[in-house]
């Protein structure tokens, strides 16, 4: 919705929808949101000219980071506009072109004597010509059997075709890859990544089966004659958005159905090793097979004969709620560090589960979506003896707030409709963490806007407009405040907050939490440090995560390795680590951080 509210430029472009994905965005790998500029075929003018000679394309697409809004509470805009403009390196578009996509489903010919739109410049437009090679020349006898296979007489007596001229049909992005290669199952909704300066869709494919001994048959679909009972997310589909070359790559080469097309069709299917690798980068663990892998797992993580036969420990994917409504958790794409792990900062997709028909956390599934580990899958298990509180019970704990119950009933009353996002659920050290946006949406404005964001931990809950000042609120104290401890995390006593000199002036407070892996800094008076500082990244750069602005200071996030480099070494640049001590006080961290502004 905002993306067509304040990036669509023209009222014939169309976001179809949303994509998540990862780029490395100053120094560290960032989430974000992307989205394509397409053409949308029923508001153009229905003339055969305007639909099939000029308006052939969509053009660039929109981009913001997920984990920063605008004072407003609107996603902030790191790509956009027509040409498309960014400040990041990894984000330029060199082709913003797009011939293929979601909503292409008409024929277009290029290379006429009717220039192509390109895009709109101020009160002018701009034209282009196709400088591809795909499409199919329409000399004489192709003129009239596309003419006959589309049913219009135009392809054939048009005087703005000539022999250079080239019709492309089959432009739809999910249309395409099934023309060439029905045999596969593919996911519905493709998602678009910027490689080297081009756009391209990526989309899963699956080798499916009905005959695998042995095995219980899933589909989503009860009544299907042929229930599947194998399925691997073992090819990948590259598909450019400009000339619309199609690669399918073969990501898991021990799949002997994968393996036997390729060797009936050699020239289609590549091998792994022939992605390129900022490509490789870009892919995605499906978040589709890995909902299916979760809902089997439900079931069979028993390993004992007797807990299984009699169904002593099945497990429910958990609920949440989403808007208003109570919904199933759908798999969701995260960046963070693992727990136990030493990788740093990866794209995760993750899923709660609970007991059966209880409310409880029992266990988190997390696929990871990097490097080697593509495709490697963790169960993190809650102790038995322990209850660990469920998303449910989470909400339950937010709609019971008395300060949060009367604002939604405030903002109801007041005829703005409010809505709660996903609830993130964050394994913080040997603790969990829940984060859920609040969206405000006007009767008389289609653009929700985060408003405030509930950060919840045990039976604490902040509720903040932003999530840092949430953070600061859940975790915020002094070294020696007893009273803001969280078990198991940040040392033998739970210790969580100290002041701390940051120096030229500032103080600030720095949150220790898990034992250094994960610390908070908020500088009192921030906006002092200059928006140079923030501008060129240098803090993202050398701390290797997130630097946020706010009303009251400046902020900056502090993840793994990260954390880990405030270690006693100084820097050249912008910051200087004077001094990693921990105390026989709870192993709270005393930090010494200077800033420079040269």
Same mark, same amino acid.
């Given at each position: 919705?905002?993306?067509?509210?304040?990036?669509?430029?023209?009222?014939?472009?169309?976001?179809?929808?949303?994509?998540?994905?990862?780029?490395?965005?100053?120094?560290a790998?960032?989430?974000?949101?992307?989205?394509? @500029?397409?053409?949308?075929?029923?508001?153009?003018?229905?003339?055969?000219?305007?639909?099939?000679?000029?308006?052939?394309?969509g053009?660039?697409?929109?981009?913001?980071?997920?984990?920063?809004?605008?004072?407003?509470?609107?996603?902030?805009?790191?790509?956009?506009?027509?040409?498309?403009?960014?400040?990041?390196?990894?984000?330029?578009?060199?082709?913003?072109?797009?011939?293929?996509?979601?909503?292409s489903?008409?024929?277009?010919?290029?290379?006429?004597?009717?220039?192509?739109?390109?895009?709109?410049?101020?009160?002018?437009?701009?034209?282009?010509?196709?400088?591809?090679? /795909?499409?199919?020349?329409?000399?004489?006898?192709? @003129?009239?059997?596309?003419?006959?296979?589309?049913?219009?007489?135009?392809?054939?007596?048009?005087?703005?075709? /000539?022999?250079q001229?080239k019709?492309?049909?089959?432009?739809?992005v999910?249309? @395409?890859?099934?023309?060439?290669?029905?045999y596969?199952?593919?996911?519905?909704?493709?998602?678009?990544?910027?490689?080297?300066?081009?756009?391209?869709?990526?989309?899963?494919? !699956?080798?499916?089966?009905?005959?695998?001994?042995?095995?219980?048959?899933?589909?989503?679909?009860?009544?299907?004659?042929?229930?599947?009972?194998?399925?691997?997310?073992?090819?990948?589909?590259?598909?450019?958005? !400009?000339?619309?070359?199609?690669?399918?790559?073969?990501?898991?080469?021990?799949?002997?159905?994968?393996?036997?097309?390729?060797?009936?069709?050699?020239?289609?299917?590549?091998?792994?090793?022939?992605?390129?690798?900022?490509?490789?980068?870009?892919?995605? !663990?499906?978040?589709?097979?890995?909902?299916?892998?979760?809902?089997?797992?439900?079931?069979?993580h028993?390993?004992?004969v007797?807990?299984?036969?009699?169904?002593?420990?099945?497990?429910?994917?958990?609920?949440?709620?989403?808007?208003?409504?109570?919904?199933?958790?759908?798999?969701?794409?995260?960046?963070?560090?693992?727990?136990?792990?030493?990788?740093?900062?990866?794209?995760?997709?993750?899923?709660?589960?609970?007991p059966?028909?209880?409310?409880?956390m029992?266990?988190?599934?997390?696929?990871?979506?990097?490097?080697?580990?593509?495709?490697?899958?963790?169960? !993190?298990?809650?102790?038995?003896?322990?209850?660990?509180?469920?998303?449910?019970?989470?909400?339950?704990?937010?709609?019971?707030? %008395?300060?949060?119950?009367?604002?939604?009933?405030?903002?109801?009353?007041?005829?703005?409709?409010?809505?709660?996002?996903?609830?993130?659920?964050i394994?913080?050290?040997?603790?969990?963490?829940?984060?859920?946006?609040?969206?405000?949406?006007? %009767?008389?404005?289609?653009?929700?806007?985060?408003?405030?964001?509930?950060?919840?931990?045990?039976?604490?809950?902040?509720?903040?407009?932003?999530l840092?000042e949430?953070?600061?609120?859940?975790?915020?104290?002094?070294?020696?405040?007893?009273?803001?401890?969280?078990?198991?995390?940040?040392?033998?006593?739970?210790?969580?907050?100290? @002041?701390?000199?940051?120096g030229?002036?500032?103080?600030?407070?720095?949150?220790?939490?898990?034992?250094?892996?994960?610390?908070?800094?908020?500088?009192?008076?921030?906006?002092?440090?200059?928006?140079?500082?923030?501008?060129?990244?240098?803090?993202?750069?050398?701390?290797?995560?997130?630097?946020?602005?706010?009303?009251?200071?400046?902020?900056?996030?502090?993840?793994?390795?990260?954390?880990?480099?405030?270690?006693?070494?100084?820097?050249?640049?912008?910051?200087?680590?004077?001094?990693?001590?921990?105390?026989t006080?709870?192993?709270?961290?005393?930090?010494?951080?200077?800033?420079?502004?040269?």
């Amino acid at each position: 919705v905002f993306y067509n509210q304040t990036q669509c430029i023209r009222q014939y472009y169309r976001f179809n929808d949303v994509d998540i994905d990862r780029y490395p965005i100053n120094g560290a790998i960032t989430q974000t949101y992307l989205s394509a @500029r397409e053409i949308d075929e029923d508001k153009i003018s229905d003339t055969w000219i305007n639909k099939h000679l000029k308006y052939t394309h969509g053009y660039g697409v929109a981009v913001s980071q997920v984990d920063t809004v605008t004072s407003s509470g609107q996603p902030d805009v790191v790509e956009g506009n027509i040409p498309p403009e960014t400040n990041v390196t990894e984000l330029k578009i060199d082709r913003p072109e797009i011939y293929f996509g979601e909503l292409s489903k008409d024929y277009v010919i290029v290379n006429t004597k009717e220039a192509e739109f390109d895009y709109p410049d101020g009160s002018e437009n701009k034209y282009t010509e196709y400088e591809g090679k /795909t499409g199919i020349k329409l000399n004489l006898l192709n @003129r009239i059997l596309f003419a006959m296979r589309e049913g219009s007489v135009n392809i054939l007596v048009s005087s703005n075709i /000539t022999s250079q001229s080239k019709i492309m049909y089959v432009r739809s992005v999910v249309d @395409r890859v099934e023309k060439i290669m029905p045999y596969l199952a593919y996911e519905e909704d493709p998602y678009m990544t910027i490689v080297d300066g081009k756009l391209y869709w990526i989309l899963d494919a !699956y080798t499916t089966s009905s005959k695998y001994p042995y095995s219980e048959p899933y589909n989503s679909d009860p009544n299907a004659l042929n229930p599947t009972n194998y399925i691997r997310n073992s090819i990948k589909v590259v598909v450019d958005a !400009y000339d619309g070359s199609t690669n399918f790559y073969i990501v898991d080469e021990t799949d002997p159905i994968a393996q036997t097309y390729q060797k009936i069709y050699p020239k289609l299917f590549k091998s792994y090793s022939d992605i390129p690798e900022e490509m490789r980068s870009h892919l995605r !663990y499906p978040n589709a097979m890995f909902k299916i892998q979760a809902q089997v797992y439900s079931k069979y993580h028993m390993d004992e004969v007797k807990v299984f036969y009699q169904k002593e420990d099945l497990w429910d994917i958990a609920h949440q709620i989403y808007g208003t409504e109570d919904v199933e958790m759908d798999p969701s794409y995260y960046v963070f560090n693992l727990p136990d792990t030493e990788e740093g900062a990866e794209f995760i997709n993750m899923v709660p589960f609970t007991p059966k028909s209880k409310q409880n956390m029992t266990a988190i599934m997390m696929g990871r979506n990097d490097g080697d580990n593509y495709g490697q899958l963790i169960v !993190y298990t809650m102790p038995k003896n322990k209850t660990i509180y469920g998303p449910m019970q989470i909400e339950a704990q937010i709609d019971q707030n %008395t300060e949060i119950s009367k604002e939604f009933s405030l903002w109801k009353s007041s005829g703005t409709s409010y809505k709660r996002g996903d609830l993130f659920v964050i394994p913080i050290g040997t603790s969990l963490m829940y984060v859920e946006p609040v969206y405000l949406e006007a %009767t008389n404005q289609a653009i929700p806007e985060v408003k405030r964001v509930i950060v919840a931990y045990q039976d604490k809950i902040a509720y903040e407009p932003t999530l840092s000042e949430a953070l600061l609120s859940l975790f915020g104290g002094s070294a020696g405040d007893h009273e803001n401890k969280i078990d198991g995390v940040g040392g033998d006593e739970g210790l969580l907050a100290q @002041r701390v000199h940051v120096g030229h002036g500032l103080d600030g407070q720095l949150v220790n939490l898990h034992r250094g892996r994960h610390l908070l800094l908020k500088l009192d008076g921030g906006r002092h440090v200059g928006k140079g500082l923030l501008q060129r990244g240098a803090l993202q750069h050398l701390l290797g995560h997130t630097v946020e602005r706010q009303r009251q200071g400046l902020l900056v996030l502090l993840r793994g390795e990260a954390a880990d480099r405030l270690d006693g070494r100084a820097y050249e640049a912008d910051v200087a680590a004077l001094g990693h001590e921990e105390g026989t006080d709870g192993g709270v961290l005393r930090v010494g951080i200077e800033i420079h502004q040269g």
